[in-house]
């Protein structure tokens, strides 16, 4: 999001029509989201169109593109607003636990009962992260960049405890866990598993992944 500095002349008038106009823009941009939204999650990423975002919004693609540079920009700044609303629930349920595992249990079983009502989207939003230009991709990982830093924290937190050895490389544990809970999605889209299951298998695989860590 850019900020332009702006020179306003008239304090009586200006500060009115510039009110509007972002209001205007603000809504445009909502329109264009929740459309984009739902038919990413009816059509995957390839399937829904600029053409087809702009007619469930009920404007041209010209106001599409006055909001947004391309379908891969419309589509992070969605995963963009999905992965805010996640990481506050995600920081509540990792700060309420009391072990390491627990925490991990806690902040993966918001996510998976998340992404798990929105299942199509998050389908759409894997397949497209081995496709994605270099800047997608660089926008992606900033997105996530708060989720990987509470995931280390919750592993430092539990080498500072004593629950895991001193020494132990926080960050890579947490890299490590955070590529099992994400393969673990197949489960859920292939073989129909549901929060409860998908977090019975991460606590065993938490186990296997802890068991050279513990203090």
Do not use: C
Request: proline share 1%.
């Amino acid at each position: 999001m850019s900020f332009v500095s702006l020179n306003i002349e008239s304090p009586s008038e200006s500060p009115l029509k510039v009110t509007r106009r972002a209001l205007a823009k603000q809504r445009t941009r909502e329109r264009v989201l929740a459309a984009a939204r739902r038919l990413f999650t009816e059509r995957g990423y390839e399937g829904a169109t600029i053409r087809d975002i702009a007619q469930a919004a009920g404007m041209s693609t010209g106001a599409v593109f006055a909001s947004f540079a391309d379908k891969s920009e419309l589509f992070d700044e969605i995963l963009t607003a999905d992965y805010e609303v996640l990481y506050a629930q995600m920081v509540q349920a990792a700060r309420s636990a009391t072990t390491v595992d627990a925490a991990l249990l806690g902040l993966f079983g918001v996510a998976y009962s998340f992404h798990l009502e929105q299942l199509p989207l998050l389908r759409a939003s894997i397949a497209v992260s081995w496709t994605r230009n270099e800047a997608a991709e660089r926008r992606s990982r900033t997105d996530l960049k708060h989720i990987f830093r509470l995931i280390g924290e919750v592993t430092q937190r539990g080498i500072d405890q004593g629950q895991l050895k001193s020494g132990i490389d926080a960050k890579l544990l947490a890299e490590i866990t955070w590529d099992v809970y994400v393969a673990n999605y197949r489960r859920a889209v292939f073989d129909g598993w549901t929060t409860d299951a998908l977090l019975a298998r991460l606590a065993e695989q938490l186990k296997v992944i802890f068991a050279g860590a513990r203090a």
